[in-house]
């Protein structure tokens, strides 16, 4: 499995993400997507991981990049690029993690679409 995904109440998953953090069987990524998602990745398995792999294949550079988030499984994208951009509906803990971020519409509102078309026109 590349991905394990929990769904649930909050309270519920955070003692278990307690659980499996002492456990811990291998190397993993354990992260909440947002409030009611707990997923489990191995180690090397991330949004930025894949980002950085996909710049070397395609030969471009880091300072070009921008990625648009709203979770916490966003987080190490937004740290391989040059401009994260946090959405709107992004978690608070996203939101605190990366204050000088550019900052979208909620995606209900096309923010990404409307984001790009600002500054590109």
Known sequence: ALKILFHGEHSLL???KEQILLAKPAPLNITFSDENHLEIMQDNI????????????????????????????DVELFRTVAAPVVMENASNALKELFPQAHRARHNHEHGVAQFLRDLIL
Request: glycine residues 10%; aromatic residues 4%; hydrophobic residues 40%.
């Open 14 to 16: 955070r003692p278990l």
């Open 46 to 73: 991330s949004k930025g991981h894949s980002l950085k792999i996909l710049l070397e294949k395609l030969s471009l550079p880091v300072e070009q990049t921008m990625a648009f988030g709203d979770g916490m499984n």
